[in-house]
């Protein structure tokens, strides 16, 4: 009888705006927590977004070259979150049904994580060359 009326509150709640600011951290916490247990590719994207900062680190990068690799980063796990949200969406609609528009939305969303991972391939390409190119060959 606990677990049905945890349900059913779980149920209430998910249809309501957060009234407590606690609690909207929560469930954005849970969301991201969600996501690295579940998703592949967004632990493969926070282990290379760590590496690019370790990277940042050992170059010396300045103020503004962090600011430009967080927010690169940042626009990848954001794309990555809005990817699996949409994916469980879509998911929940269609279940094991093949639909056309569900593949078009899935297809598209991960289209978007796909450029801005290549978006931050040519980010980091601008930042780190110059560097890599003045300690070979200086």
């Not at 059913?8 to 916490?29: G, H, M, P, V, W």
């Not at 990817?83 to 094991?96: A, C, G």
């Not at 899935?106 to 978007?112: L, N, P, R, Y």
Request: proline share 1%; with cysteine.
């Amino acid at each position: 009888m606990d677990n049905q009326s945890n349900i059913l509150r779980e149920k209430r709640d998910s249809y309501q705006t957060s009234k407590n600011i606690y609690a909207s951290f929560k469930y954005a916490f849970n969301g991201l927590i969600y996501c690295f247990k579940t998703t592949r590719n967004f632990r493969i994207q926070i282990l290379f977004g760590i590496l690019i900062i370790i990277i940042c680190l050992a170059f010396n990068c300045n103020l503004t070259e962090y600011i430009i690799i967080f927010s690169t980063i940042f626009s990848v796990l954001i794309l990555e979150l809005i990817n699996t949200s949409i994916e469980s969406i879509v998911d929940m609609n269609v279940k094991n049904n093949f639909n056309k528009l569900a593949k078009i939305s899935k297809d598209c969303a991960a289209a978007s994580v796909l450029l801005a991972s290549l978006n931050s391939i040519f980010v980091a390409a601008f930042i780190f060359l110059p560097k890599i190119k003045l300690f070979f060959f200086s």
